[in-house]
C-alpha cells in the first residue's frame, strides 16, 4: 500500500478527486494517509475528515517557511508517506522541502505551464486572450510552478467565459489529470530524462 500526503488551503477539491480515485482504484494500492492545511478553517479539512481521512492543521503564521515546512515534514514521516500531493496549497515551499522529498513532490496547476504561473491563471488566460488553455501536474522543484510536466490537458476559452466559468472547465479536467498522474508516479513506469518525464511500457 502506497501512501499519499495531501497539502491544501482551501476547499479541496483536488483532495477529494485524489480520495475518490483511491476509494475506485483508478490509483491503485494507494491510500491518503494524512491531509495538512496551512490555512486551519479551510473547508477541504471538514471534507477529508467526512470521508475518514486524517487531517492535521498546521498555521503557517508566526514561522519561518523553514520552520513551518520542517513541521509538515515531520507529520508526512511520521505516516510513512511515498507521494505528497498539493491541491491547492498556496504556500510557496522552502528549498529545504523540496529537496527533502525531491521527485516526490506533485502540484496542480490551472494553466498550460510555462504559460502564466502564479497566481489567478485562470484570469491571466483570459485577459491574455489566449484560445486554449487548461492545466498541468508536475513534479515540484524549488522554483514556482516550474518543475518536470507529468500530465497536461487542454481546455477552450469560451467568448463569454468568465473567471468562474474558465476555472470550472478546467477544474473538472484537473481532477481527471491528477489522478493519472499520481497513478503514473506511484506505478514507478517512467524515467525523468532532464525536464522530460518519459513513460515505459
Ligand atoms: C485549483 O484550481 C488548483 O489548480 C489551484 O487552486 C485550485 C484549488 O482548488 N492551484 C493553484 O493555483 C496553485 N498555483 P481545490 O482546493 O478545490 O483543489
Known amino acids: 500500500m502506497r501512501r499519499i500526503g495531501v497539502l491544501i488551503s482551501g ?6 478527486a485524489l480520495a475518490d480515485a483511491v476509494a475506485t482504484e483508478r490509483i491503485p ?3 491518503i494517509a494524512v491531509v495538512i492545511s496551512n490555512v486551519t478553517t479551510a473547508a477541504g479539512l471538514e471534507r477529508a475528515r467526512e470521508r475518514g ?15 513551518h515546512d520542517r513541521a509538515m515534514a515531520a507529520e508526512l514521516r511520521a505516516r510513512e508517506v511515498d507521494l505528497v500531493c498539493l491541491a491547492g496549497y498556496m504556500r510557496l515551499l522552502s528549498s529545504w ?4 522529498f525531491e521527485h516526490r513532490i506533485l502540484n496542480i496547476h490551472p494553466s498550460l505551464l510555462p504559460a502564466f504561473p502564479g497566481l489567478n491563471a ?12 487548461g492545466c498541468t501536474v508536475h513534479l515540484v522543484d524549488e522554483e514556482l510552478d516550474h518543475g518536470p510536466i507529468i500530465k497536461q490537458a487542454v481546455v ?5 467565459d468568465t473567471e468562474e466559468t474558465l476555472s470550472a472547465r478546467i ?12 497513478a503514473l508516479m506511484l506505478g ?13 511500457q
Do not use: C, W
Not at 11 to 16: A, C, D, V
Not at 53 to 67: N, Q, Y
Not at 97 to 100: A, D, I, Q, S, V
Not at 156 to 160: E, K, R
Open 122 to 133: 485562470q484570469q491571466q488566460a483570459i485577459d491574455y486572450g489566449v484560445k486554449f488553455t
Open 156 to 160: 477552450p476559452v469560451l467568448p463569454d
Open 53 to 67: 481521512i486524517e487531517t492535521v492543521a498546521l498555521d503557517h503564521r508566526g514561522k519561518t517557511r523553514e520552520e
Open 171 to 182: 477544474l473538472i479536467e484537473e481532477h481527471r489529470i491528477y489522478a493519472e498522474a499520481v
Open 11 to 16: 476547499r479541496g477539491s483536488n483532495m477529494l
Open 29 to 31: 494500492n494507494a491510500g
Open 97 to 100: 522541502f523540496t529537496r527533502e
Open 188 to 200: 514507478g513506469k517512467f524515467k525523468i530524462e532532464g525536464r522530460r518525464i518519459v513513460q515505459r
